[in-house]
DNA sequence: AAACTGAACTGAACCGTTCAGTATTGTTTT
DNA sequence: AAAACAATACTGAACGGTTCAGTTCAGTTT
């Protein structure tokens, strides 16, 4: 009944840590446990008392690191342009940001062979950030500020593909760092804003100006 | 000197397709040369006869599926919107079109953890298209369509970032699946295009641009 | 004569389990 | 309060069974 000794929340931790360290800087598939018991300076026998699986690990590990940063979600300033700014700007600390980065590659790639797991990271992880964004949009609709037919998915991918992108293929190339994004912000708002200085009609529904966006 | 039996073009074939075939299905890390000598009908001996290495069998498939499609490189028709929408817009032969895109995760996790490998898949496969945008990007600055103080890096991650993000994260949810290449031309035209008489009554965030510089 | 096959083989790594011994805790008794 | 106890967690090392990259080789085909 009573449980005569806890569980060490401090092996448990170093264990966490170790385990992301080493997923981020050798990728997942090629970090064996052996690796992170030896890292971590717990005994793998112990490590397989506190999680099933490596899978298991491997989720717990990645639910922390991206939990760490649990911010105020939403943002409303009344400025749209600014909240979307805002939201793209936003980082997590500094040191979980490295882990963070470094980690994605491999996310990717092992979320793509284990759809279970790519569900997981997607709902869990991607998906909060993308449905602030989406909020923002819609709110943008509704102020007239964005067309009525934007395509909010369309809208998501245009606003965040950017950083992506640069996060992917200007890593080894330090001279090409600007931060994407205030600039992929500025380039969506260029592109959708409706706010022109003749039109101040701030109720919603208003004659769509025709856009020529085919379809 | 002279060979007395040449190396069979056919085994070599084979074990590059059924090599492309299993690193898209089931990942690179985790398709073993066993494996791929199975699927190809060639016996592993004679895999290692025709190359040294597991890597170096990935790098020739992963030239061989970029490079069937040697098109014209370069695209001038005078319109540069048309011009940008039809680079983003082009796809390679459906065949190789399906085993890329699902290489893609792989190649961007193995990337990230073989430098060397990294730099060979950026320079010749991911790099080409980037110089071909660039030389529009700059056609479009020349002719006076684009700010002169466009950044171009971030320009080409503005245009191809959407598309890679679609790729990644849209997999699963077939109910968004527009094609985004004509999408992201767009934005990027509204965004940017100067000399359009419906984008003028734009408020002015961007300076009327002296004329064109060279870089 | 060289490329092929099929099969065996090496050496190393991996995951996950087990186990005897030890350390650390909560509970009970003295 | 101190000592004894019971229950659980941890260690370190080993082990089974599997998988892998790469090699070797006797025999077959071109």
Same mark, same amino acid.
């Given at each position: 009944m009573s449980m005569a000794r806890p569980r060490s929340t401090q092996a448990h931790e170093k264990v966490l840590n170790a385990a992301l360290e080493l997923f981020a800087e050798r990728g997942i598939e090629t970090t064996s446990m052996d690796a992170i018991a030896q890292a971590s300076g717990v005994s793998k026998a112990t490590i397989y008392n506190h999680w099933t699986d490596k899978e298991a690990l491997l989720l717990e590990a990645m639910l922390m690191i991206h939990g760490l %940063?649990?911010? !105020?979600e939403d943002v409303d300033t009344g400025d749209i342009q600014r909240d979307l700014t805002t939201v793209l700007t936003r980082k997590p600390p500094d040191k979980c940001d490295a882990v963070r980065n470094r980690l994605t590659p491999s996310l990717i790639a092992y979320s793509a062979f284990h759809p279970e797991f790519g569900r997981e990271w997607r709902h869990r992880v991607t998906e909060p950030p993308r449905q602030c964004i989406k909020r923002i949009l819609r709110r943008g609709i509704s102020r007239g500020?964005? !067309?009525?037919?934007?395509d909010i998915e369309s809208a998501v991918a245009l606003l965040l593909g950017p950083m992506l992108y640069a996060h992917i293929f200007n890593?080894? %190339? !330090?001279s090409r760092k600007p931060d994407l994004g205030p600039i992929s912000a500025a380039n969506f708002w260029r592109a959708h804003s409706q706010n022109r200085k003749d039109r101040v009609a701030e109720q919603g529904i208003k004659k769509p100006t025709p856009r020529s966006k085919e379809r």
């Open positions: %940063d649990r911010e !105020p500020q964005f !067309p009525a037919d934007l890593k080894e %190339d !330090p």
